[in-house]
């Protein structure tokens, strides 16, 4: 199972883009990379899923160069209530959560 | 979309009881449910893989006796947490995945249940 490596936490304010990195160097062939968001005492929250070049839906952007072995997440203009935590993950089948990344937003 | 009722979301018990935590999906058929395991300020542990009609696929260092999975139908999975301690005080998650259009698992999460033994 291809392990991440995300920023522990990250800080911005409101209205700005937020672009969160993840770094999968080990990633396999059928790995898809997936997004989830978490807030305090709730289960994540599906945000996002790229294999490869780029992905976009209501909320987010999904980056992904063309080695695939690092993912950016781009969060529009960001609001209060985007403050959470943001998990990469890499995987088809077996989902392993790393540590995530803590993102406070600012008035 | 897929929904995940996980139930009770907080639970509070004696040292040496046991707990039973729920897990449902109410709008698909899950032959196969994750259940993590989430300490304050840190990330989810998977700790097994439940299958329909099957054994549990428990995680490296998941004591089987100790947290009981049983999946008896293709909607409902269920965590038993026998004779709790306070080390297994902890927020238990489950999930549920579904292939997105891609083909590749897309994980929904029930809300969680948080258990404090006394």
């Known amino acids: 199972l291809a392990k991440t490596t995300q920023p522990i936490s990250m800080d911005s304010y409101e209205g700005q883009e937020v672009n969160i990195t993840c770094s999968h160097n080990n990633i396999a062939t059928n790995d898809y990379i997936t997004w989830y968001q978490q807030f305090p005492s709730q289960g994540p929250r599906f945000i996002i899923q790229?294999?490869?070049t780029k992905v976009t839906n209501e909320v987010a952007s999904l980056f992904i160069p063309a080695d695939r072995k690092s993912s950016t997440l781009s969060l529009p203009r960001v609001s209060l209530s985007d403050t959470a935590v943001y998990y990469c993950l890499v995987g088809f089948d077996k989902l392993i959560f790393g540590t995530g990344t803590r993102l406070q937003v600012f008035p | 979309g897929a929904v995940v009722s996980q139930h009770p979301s907080r639970v509070i018990c004696k040292s040496g009881t046991s707990v039973k935590i729920e897990c449902r999906s109410l709008d698909f058929q899950a032959t196969t449910m994750f259940w993590y395991r989430q300490f304050p300020k840190k990330s989810l542990m998977l700790m097994a893989t439940?299958?329909?009609?099957?054994?549990?696929?428990?995680e490296q260092g998941v004591e089987k006796d100790k947290f009981l999975i049983n999946h008896a139908s293709l909607t409902l999975s269920t965590l038993t947490v026998t004779s709790a301690h306070p080390e297994d005080s902890s927020f238990y998650i489950c999930?549920?995945?579904?292939?997105?259009?891609?083909?590749?698992?897309?994980?929904?999460f029930g809300a969680g249940s948080r258990l404090t033994v006394l």
């Open positions: 790229g294999y490869k």
């Open positions: 999930s549920a995945p579904d292939r997105g259009a891609s083909g590749a698992n897309v994980l929904t």
């Open positions: 439940s299958n329909e009609g099957s054994k549990a696929t428990y």
